[in-house]
């Protein structure tokens, strides 16, 4: 955790970009510890969950860094239409952040699966995603995207500390994991999962 987490952060850390790196680290960090936290509940883990959920939303940085003017019309036009960034920067840019982070990947020669993971994991039982040779069937992408929205969840229950965050509704596709997820809940501090955040950014921000 610690080497993947400074590695990542060292690598964007001379980016012009006007991001909230504080905000932008805490959240993607958060993924990455409640994706283990996820893959536990069906397997063994080996380090690819938790630099996937790292890495899941980095092409974000990738587009406001190169593409300043852009991202910003980005940013007005999910406010205005109530969506996600990816939905207007496809329209804007003709990819999103998804495929931007996925090539970023590919060009880190980073595992496979954790490139899939990164590209698809707004919509991870995309027929491209599950066609592709060597595919773990959407599980990574899967376990990310519940992470994802698990985060969110987090992040808006700080005053609300012991309150378990469920898996139900989240999304969809953890359906899929039934037979191998036992409990379909997860028993999250909400201020000890903050604490422990923090804990992993320590120093680097």
Same mark, same amino acid.
């Given at each position: 955790?610690?080497?993947?987490?400074?590695?990542?952060?060292?690598?964007?850390?001379g980016?012009s970009?006007?991001?909230?790196?504080?905000?932008?680290?805490?959240?993607?960090?958060?993924?990455? /510890?409640?994706t283990e /936290?996820?893959?536990?509940?069906?397997?063994?883990v080996d380090?690819t969950?938790?630099?996937?959920?790292?890495l899941?939303?980095?092409g974000?940085?990738?587009?406001e860094?190169?593409?300043?003017?852009?991202?910003?019309?980005?940013?007005?036009?999910?406010?205005?239409?109530?969506?996600?960034h990816?939905?207007?920067?496809?329209?804007?840019?003709?990819?999103?952040h998804t495929?931007?982070?996925?090539?970023?990947?590919?060009?880190?020669?980073?595992h496979p699966?954790?490139?899939?993971?990164?590209?698809?994991?707004h919509?991870?039982?995309c027929p491209e995603h599950l066609?592709?040779?060597?595919s773990?069937?959407g599980?990574l992408?899967?376990c990310v995207?519940?992470?994802?929205?698990?985060?969110?969840?987090?992040?808006?229950?700080?005053?609300?500390?012991?309150?378990?965050?469920?898996?139900?509704?989240?999304?969809p596709?953890l359906?899929?994991?039934d037979?191998k997820?036992?409990?379909?809940?997860?028993?999250?501090?909400?201020h000890?999962e903050?604490?422990k955040?923090?804990?992993?950014?320590s120093?680097?921000?």
């Amino acid at each position: 955790r610690i080497a993947f987490t400074v590695a990542m952060v060292g690598a964007f850390a001379g980016f012009s970009a006007k991001i909230d790196w504080k905000k932008f680290w805490f959240h993607n960090v958060l993924v990455a /510890r409640l994706t283990e /936290r996820i893959v536990r509940l069906c397997r063994e883990v080996d380090g690819t969950e938790y630099l996937s959920g790292l890495l899941h939303d980095i092409g974000k940085v990738i587009v406001e860094h190169y593409f300043p003017s852009e991202f910003e019309r980005i940013i007005i036009g999910a406010i205005e239409k109530q969506c996600s960034h990816a939905q207007v920067e496809t329209t804007i840019l003709g990819v999103d952040h998804t495929q931007i982070g996925a090539a970023m990947c590919l060009q880190m020669q980073i595992h496979p699966h954790i490139r899939r993971a990164v590209r698809f994991h707004h919509d991870p039982l995309c027929p491209e995603h599950l066609a592709e040779p060597g595919s773990d069937g959407g599980f990574l992408a899967i376990c990310v995207s519940a992470a994802d929205q698990v985060a969110n969840q987090v992040e808006k229950l700080r005053k609300e500390p012991g309150k378990p965050v469920s898996l139900a509704g989240l999304a969809p596709a953890l359906g899929l994991l039934d037979a191998k997820m036992k409990p379909r809940t997860l028993d999250l501090d909400v201020h000890t999962e903050i604490s422990k955040t923090e804990g992993d950014l320590s120093g680097l921000l």
